[in-house]
C-alpha cells in the first residue's frame, strides 16, 4: 500500500503551472487550465513536498497514511 496521497482542489486552483514546472513527473494541465495528479498514491514523495509548498493558494494536500 502506499505511504502518501496527494489531491488537489481543483476548484481553488489558479492555474498558474508552479507544480507542473517543479514536478512535472507528477503533475500535469488539464485542457481548462487545472492542475491534476498523474499518480495520487505514491510511496516516496520526491519533488511533490515542494510543488505543494509552492503552491500560491495552498491548494495541494498531502495525506499520510
Ligand atoms: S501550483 Fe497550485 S495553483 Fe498553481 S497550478 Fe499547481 S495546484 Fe494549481
Known amino acids: 500500500m502506499a505511504k502518501y496521497k496527494i489531491t488537489i ?6 492555474g498558474c503551472g508552479t507544480c507542473v514546472a517543479l514536478c512535472a513527473e507528477n503533475y500535469e494541465m488539464t485542457d481548462d487550465n487545472k ?3 498523474k499518480t495520487a498514491e505514491v510511496d516516496e514523495l520526491g519533488k511533490n513536498e ?3 509548498e509552492s503552491c500560491p493558494v495552498s491548494c495541494i494536500k498531502i495525506e499520510e497514511f
Open 35 to 37: 492542475a491534476k495528479v
Open 50 to 52: 515542494e510543488a505543494k
Open 9 to 14: 482542489n481543483e476548484e481553488e486552483c489558479i
